[in-house]
């Protein structure tokens, strides 16, 4: 038995471990202090630790700015963003690379063609094209990153929960909001290490600055995914949040 996973790794996954004093964020959890205690005392144990960082408007790293540079004009690589006249085939490809990137992963359960059109038809509304970034190799796909903004600052606005005039204070909060989360990345395996992501992240973050947003969360991330923690630690992001995944044998 392992879990909480909502329903998968794909999904919200975790109780908060460290950082329940920082807001909750867009489609990740957020729990009471005693509730890791309580399944602790039901006999579970961790199985994994998953980070998620943070990063404030600060410059991005000179050494960064360069060695996407290099990397672009070495291998090829260019980015575009998501082409919204062709969402259906977008999201298909968004499949493709996340499956294909994660399979190796822990826990991975590659996505199925229902649930990336469910997660899809939740998240439209709320795209902002600049964001949904894409890069290629002479013109192939190889990896992609996508960034959403984080609407749990404008539902905090409608505490009651009710739809009207609730739904006004949201839109209207809406407008406001500064704070943005990266919850998708994937890249073909072959690409893994070559320092792509970095530049996904770069371009996001540029085109997010660009829209007047000042805070990012990235993640998660395993705990053990070395890799991808450096690349974060480069770009300037630093762990605030550890959700944890339990487990008990049956």
């Known amino acids: 038995m392992r879990g909480p996973l909502s329903p998968s790794i794909n999904d919200e996954a975790g109780l908060l471990v460290d950082g329940f004093g920082t807001p909750s964020v867009v489609m990740m959890p957020h729990n009471p202090a005693y509730y890791p205690p309580l399944v602790e005392a039901a006999g579970l144990r961790k199985a994994k630790d998953l980070l998620a960082f943070e990063r404030t408007v600060t410059p991005l790293p000179e050494r ?14 260019r980015t575009r963003t998501i082409d919204m006249r062709r969402f259906a085939a977008e999201v298909d490809l968004v499949k493709r690379l996340f499956n294909d990137g994660w399979r ?14 469910y997660l899809a038809g939740q998240l439209k509304p709320v795209v902002v094209p600049e ?27 409608n505490p009651s929960g009710r739809f009207f005039p609730g739904v006004l204070k949201v839109l209207w909060a809406a407008r406001r909001i500064r704070r943005l989360r990266v919850l998708l990345l994937g890249m073909l395996p072959e690409w893994q290490g070559k320092a792509v992501d970095a530049l996904l992240y770069r371009r996001i973050w540029e085109s997010g600055r660009a ?7 990235a993640g998660w991330v395993l705990e053990d995914n070395h890799a991808m923690k450096n690349a974060l630690a480069r770009m300037g992001f630093r762990v605030y949040k550890t959700y944890r995944v339990y487990e008990r044998a049956l």
């Open 104 to 117: 190796e992963n822990w826990g991975a359960v590659g996505l199925d063609d229902a649930e990336i059109a």
């Open 131 to 157: 964001l949904v970034v894409f890069a290629e190799h002479r013109g192939e796909p190889i990896g992609f990153a996508a960034a959403i903004p984080d609407m749990n600052v404008a539902l905090r606005a």
């Open 211 to 217: 829209r007047g947003y000042d805070w990012a969360e």
């Open 64 to 77: 960064l700015v360069a060695a996407t540079d290099v990397l672009e004009k070495r291998y090829s690589v």
